[in-house]
């Protein structure tokens, strides 16, 4: 970076502490107006107005700034009416200058904690979910992995209303006495040997579903690495949830994420990929899948429709007789899943996907949305309760979103584009009532 300070128009006044401090701030002049600061050998806190373009500037501040070991956050100034002139920092005096858009503050970098990350973990779960899912969808083709005679039992064990039938299964979830541990040593205890083959009968829909869920986090891992932000890989969450066996994937982002720009692709990316994936896994299952006659006391779930999965089934199924109803496909099946999920991560909430996209979207009315979006949860609970367990989940997790590194860069129409993206994506994925019928 060249520097001529005789042509430099407005002179820095002496605001650093020293000449480290003058020459930090005499860079920082070269891409924005300064009105006020404090800037020390290598930190401070500076007001004012970063020049257009502002992605370019606040590129080259933060690359300057890093070059000396620094760590710069760039945020909005605040402009309220009769600010003007008002002193940003406490105690500092008044000065005249015209208001500061925006303020950057900055300190030695953080010395990142390279937690050694451990693939073996993430590979263990990916294991034990493939394995999970496995029985789940043998099960759900009625086979007899275990004396469990069908996957209505399965459920009603987990509703953990009902005591199995089968004296040996009985017997172990007394012996077992917890809940899901329990059900996963009665599982066991009652493991039919003989049939382990037909885990194979579920390999359609645990390969299905993982390659939704799979896809899904690659989306945001490749985004992550894209802006250079440090990200874990998937970990797979191997929950024998009797329609699941699982409960979906995360990652872990262990960095700051650049700019608002970022934010959006981050957390519209997994949905994006998950839900485009999903679609013909739905429309396969589909064509796969037969009309058949309800019959009571059968063992069968019920599962509510988005639009599109309506829309889909309406295409191949577009006049179905009096009692009968779609016998979904182990493809189908992991298709709708895949749509519930896309959905239930777009919650425009906390920090779900579609909570980074409120975040960026909505700026300072997020707050007030989220409100209604609980409201709006909290009364489709009346219809699924496991609606009531996601909302309290979100408010354990929390409502509130960190800021990202550069605040002040402008959206621009590629982003909103994205935004649209997730608002219809979620229209088209959400399903008000999954279950219509009692299944938690
Ligand atoms: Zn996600």
């Known amino acids: 970076m060249s ?24 860079a920082l002049q070269q891409h924005m107006t300064i009105a006020q600061a404090e800037v020390s050998d290598n930190s401070g806190f500076v007001a004012g107005t970063v020049l257009e373009p502002l992605a370019d500037n606040v590129a080259a501040i933060k690359e300057y700034l890093a070059s000396l070991g620094c760590f710069a956050l760039f945020r909005q100034a605040p402009r ?116 382990l083959g037909q885990l194979a009968l579920g390999v359609p829909f645990s390969f299905a579903l993982l390659l939704i869920l799979g896809s899904h986090e690659l989306g945001h891992c490749l985004t992550a690495r894209r802006y250079g932000v440090d990200a874990t890989l998937p970990y797979f969450l191997p929950i024998p949830h009797p329609l699941m066996g699982t409960m979906g994937a995360f990652i872990r982002i262990k960095s700051p994420i650049p700019n608002r720009r970022a934010l959006i692709r981050l957390g519209v990316a997994g949905p994006l990929v998950g839900f485009v994936i999903s679609i013909p896994i ?22 509510g429709s988005s639009l599109l999965f309506g829309w889909l089934s309406q295409l191949f199924f577009p006049r179905l007789a009096p009692g009968q109803d779609i016998f979904l496909h182990p493809l189908a099946s992991a298709g709708w899943l895949g749509f519930f999920v896309t959905a239930l991560n777009l919650l425009p909430i906390g920090q779900l996907d579609g909570g980074h996209v409120a975040y960026v979207a909505l700026g300072r009315f997020r707050r007030a949305f989220q409100f209604i979006v609980l409201g709006v949860i909290a009364a489709l609970g009346l219809l699924w309760p496991g609606w009531l367990f996601w909302g309290v989940l979100v408010l354990i997790l929390g409502l509130g979103h960190p800021p990202t590194q550069d605040e002040i860069t402008p959206l621009r129409r590629s982003d909103w584009l994205l935004v649209a993206a997730a608002i219809v994506i979620f229209a088209l994925a959400f399903i008000p009532v999954p279950f219509p019928r009692g299944v938690q």
Request: no cysteine; net charge positive.
């Open 80 to 195: 309220q009416p009769g600010q003007r002139g008002q002193s940003l920092f406490s105690g500092a005096e008044k000065w005249d200058s015209p208001l500061p858009r925006h303020l950057i503050q900055f300190g030695p970098a953080p010395v990142v904690q390279t937690r050694k990350s451990r693939p073996w973990v993430n590979i263990v779960l990916f294991l034990l979910t493939v394995l999970t899912t496995l029985t789940i969808g043998s099960l759900q083709q009625n086979s007899n992995l275990f004396f469990l005679r069908s996957l209505d039992e399965y459920i009603r064990l987990h509703s953990a209303g009902l005591l199995p039938k089968s004296p040996e299964l009985q017997a172990a979830m007394n012996a077992a006495g917890q809940y899901w541990w329990g059900l996963i040593r009665a599982s066991l205890a009652t493991l039919n040997p003989a049939n």
């Open 3 to 26: 520097t001529d300070w005789h042509k430099t128009e407005t002179p820095v006044p002496e605001f650093g502490a020293t000449r480290q401090a003058d020459r930090i701030l005499r």
């Open 282 to 303: 739905v429309i396969i299952g589909l064509k796969l899948s037969k009309p058949m006659l309800v019959e009571p006391g059968l063992s069968n779930i019920t599962v």
